[in-house]
């Protein structure tokens, strides 16, 4: 995998040159490719792939880090115990089949940040042996690639039973080009297939739940449907003896997916609304992190009083990701004492209060928040964190944090002390060192200029900031071109 990586993060370095002399403009979601130096360098690749095993091959073409246990992932959003009973509950007896006659497919739909990954987590967890494979797609991550969703199930599949994965071991091993090709195939040749086969040999698989959660975060909508697609298809024809859980906001593709008749006659629905429904939950939610700050802190036990939790409540209004960012802010800065950071939370929703009914949804209550969050960013640490984000926005987020700061201009402690502001919204630095956001909606709102304002990567300071980024990735490309010109032409002398 990191060969597989080095080569994606070098041939896109040499595309990026593209945009040199490009203005105003931002990199979401790149796809880069070289095809002269990609040739050259793929039959080295092929070369090694078919000493591989089929299951290598397999893992190296799927994406561990979006697994529902996966360390990237850690600590992945979860439902706070005692909230989300009730989804959870449904959703476990769905898969276990505790009510009877069922659907092949659940497809739970809501707001962004109204919690849906969270409860995604929890079932998988909550379901036990049940479970056969899960999938998370996050665009600000970089886990959004349809082309490893197949892939990423069928090697997880291939974890739990010894007859599949033989048989996909054996598959791979005479035809390893499997995982290239068009997802439709990949469903096809690495799930339908060897289920199949087991089948005929007179092995069954039990009907094994595979949850897919952020459908809408696919980094393209016509795959979005596509995957909604060949999954209610293969259950209205059963295909399969798998069960499918999505949890998705509801695009306009994903919907029109599931509006279909095959699918509307195979699949459940459950909507996850942004309700005040919840504010028991967020209340309870909010009473229980609090206090496990309290106690690091050692704060009074009076601390937070009954009005200031009822108040957070009320700003949440039903949605999770709100109280979620609070218990962050309010956890992870040192700066001030927790007591104030509430305070300030307060204070700031007071000073920003509305005459009328101008807040149209809870969205609104966080963007203030947000903005706060990036109005207590110091001046002169203020340029660096949009380098950081800047960086997120192309295709360096996963790299090594040396290796971004290094690109970005920044010491390695200079790095780190500007990614500490952002603790409540940016996983902290683990062993691997990457820049990961707790959820999408931090960075579209960045994106976006009616709701960030300054702060926007789209806007002025973030534009001379990106020019200078991008003059720094053209140097990488003149560095690398003279570099894999010396390697092909070793790699021919030893060859020939």
Same mark, same amino acid.
């Given at each position: 995998?990191?060969?597989?990586?080095?080569?994606?993060?070098?041939? !896109?370095?040499?595309?990026?040159?593209?945009?040199?002399?490009?203005?105003?403009?931002?990199?979401?979601?790149?796809?880069?490719?070289?095809?002269?130096?990609?040739?050259?360098?793929?039959?080295?690749?092929?070369?090694?792939?078919?000493?591989?095993?089929?299951?290598?091959?397999?893992?190296?073409?799927?994406?561990?880090?979006?697994?529902?246990?996966? !360390?990237?992932?850690?600590?992945?959003?979860?439902?706070?115990?005692?909230?989300?009973?009730?989804?959870?509950?449904?959703?476990?007896?769905?898969?276990?089949?505790?009510?009877?006659?069922?659907?092949?497919? =659940?497809?739970?739909?809501?707001?962004?940040?109204?919690?849906?990954?969270?409860?995604?987590?929890?079932?998988?967890?909550?379901?036990?042996?049940?479970?056969?494979?899960?999938?998370?797609?996050?665009?600000?991550?970089?886990?959004?690639?349809?082309?490893?969703?197949?892939? +990423?199930?069928?090697?997880?599949?291939?974890?739990?039973?010894?007859?599949?994965?033989?048989?996909?071991?054996?598959?791979?091993?005479?035809?390893?080009?499997?995982?290239?090709?068009?997802?439709?195939?990949?469903?096809?040749?690495?799930?339908?297939?060897?289920?199949?086969?087991?089948?005929?040999?007179?092995?069954?698989?039990?009907?094994?739940?595979?949850?897919?959660?952020?459908?809408?975060?696919?980094?393209?909508?016509?795959?979005?449907?596509?995957?909604?697609?060949?999954?209610?298809?293969?259950?209205?024809?059963?295909?399969?003896?798998? =069960?499918?859980?999505?949890?998705?906001?509801?695009?306009?593709?994903?919907?029109?997916?599931?509006?279909?008749?095959?699918?509307?006659?195979?699949?459940?629905?459950?909507?996850?609304?942004?309700?005040?429904?919840?504010?028991?939950?967020?209340?309870?939610?909010?009473?229980?992190?609090?206090?496990?700050?309290?106690?690091?802190?050692?704060?009074?036990?009076?601390?937070?009083?009954?009005?200031?939790?009822?108040?957070?409540?009320?700003?949440?209004?039903?949605?999770?990701?709100?109280?979620?960012?609070?218990?962050?802010?309010?956890?992870?800065?040192? !700066?001030? +004492?927790?007591?104030?950071?509430?305070?300030?939370?307060?204070?700031?929703?007071?000073?920003?209060?509305?005459?009328?009914?101008?807040?149209?949804?809870?969205?609104?209550?966080?963007?203030?928040?947000?903005?706060?969050?990036?109005?207590?960013?110091?001046?002169?640490?203020?340029?660096?964190?949009?380098?950081?984000?800047?960086?997120?926005?192309?295709?360096?987020?996963?790299?090594?944090?040396?290796?971004?700061? +290094?690109?970005?201009?920044?010491?390695?402690?200079?790095?780190?002390?500007?990614?500490?502001?952002?603790?409540?919204?940016?996983?902290?630095?683990?062993?691997?060192?990457?820049?990961?956001?707790?959820?999408?909606?931090?960075?579209?709102?960045?994106?976006?200029?009616?709701?960030?304002?300054?702060?926007?990567?789209?806007?002025?300071?973030?534009?001379?900031?990106?020019?200078?980024?991008?003059?720094?990735?053209?140097?990488?490309?003149?560095?690398?071109?003279?570099?894999?010109?010396?390697?092909?032409?070793?790699?021919?002398?030893?060859?020939?």
């Amino acid at each position: 995998m990191p060969g597989h990586f080095l080569l994606k993060c070098t041939l !896109s370095i040499m595309t990026f040159g593209t945009f040199a002399n490009a203005h105003d403009f931002s990199i979401h979601e790149p796809h880069f490719s070289d095809n002269s130096t990609h040739v050259n360098v793929s039959l080295h690749l092929a070369h090694n792939i078919s000493e591989m095993s089929g299951l290598q091959v397999l893992l190296e073409s799927s994406l561990p880090e979006a697994f529902h246990d996966s !360390s990237a992932r850690h600590p992945p959003p979860r439902c706070h115990p005692g909230t989300r009973e009730h989804y959870i509950e449904h959703i476990t007896s769905w898969a276990w089949n505790k009510g009877g006659q069922r659907t092949r497919v =659940l497809l739970m739909t809501g707001a962004a940040g109204v919690g849906k990954s969270a409860i995604a987590q929890s079932c998988t967890e909550a379901v036990g042996e049940k479970l056969g494979a899960a999938f998370f797609f996050s665009r600000s991550n970089g886990h959004n690639d349809p082309k490893y969703l197949f892939t +990423s199930i069928a090697y997880q599949l291939a974890t739990r039973n010894l007859t599949y994965a033989t048989i996909l071991d054996d598959q791979l091993r005479r035809d390893p080009t499997i995982v290239t090709k068009s997802i439709g195939q990949q469903f096809h040749q690495l799930i339908v297939a060897p289920l199949k086969e087991m089948t005929y040999q007179g092995h069954g698989m039990d009907d094994l739940l595979v949850v897919v959660d952020g459908l809408d975060e696919c980094s393209n909508s016509q795959r979005q449907r596509e995957i909604a697609e060949i999954i209610t298809t293969s259950a209205y024809d059963q295909t399969t003896p798998l =069960l499918w859980a999505f949890f998705s906001r509801p695009g306009p593709q994903i919907v029109a997916a599931f509006n279909s008749p095959h699918a509307v006659s195979s699949s459940t629905r459950i909507e996850l609304p942004v309700s005040r429904d919840s504010d028991p939950e967020i209340f309870n939610y909010l009473r229980g992190e609090l206090k496990k700050i309290s106690e690091e802190h050692t704060l009074p036990v009076s601390w937070p009083s009954e009005g200031e939790l009822q108040t957070l409540v009320d700003l949440a209004a039903g949605l999770f990701i709100y109280a979620v960012t609070v218990v962050r802010f309010v956890g992870a800065y040192d !700066s001030i +004492s927790p007591p104030d950071n509430i305070r300030a939370i307060i204070a700031l929703n007071n000073s920003n209060a509305p005459t009328d009914d101008s807040l149209e949804s809870p969205l609104s209550e966080l963007d203030i928040f947000y903005s706060h969050i990036m109005e207590s960013i110091p001046t002169k640490v203020l340029p660096s964190i949009q380098r950081i984000l800047l960086a997120t926005t192309a295709f360096v987020g996963g790299k090594k944090a040396p290796q971004n700061a +290094s690109l970005l201009g920044l010491s390695e402690a200079q790095f780190r002390g500007a990614y500490r502001w952002l603790y409540a919204v940016l996983m902290p630095l683990d062993s691997d060192l990457c820049i990961r956001f707790y959820h999408s909606s931090f960075m579209e709102f960045l994106q976006d200029r009616a709701r960030s304002g300054r702060f926007c990567l789209k806007a002025q300071p973030a534009i001379e900031l990106r020019k200078s980024l991008i003059g720094k990735l053209r140097n990488i490309q003149c560095n690398f071109a003279a570099g894999a010109f010396r390697f092909l032409q070793r790699y021919k002398r030893a060859k020939y």
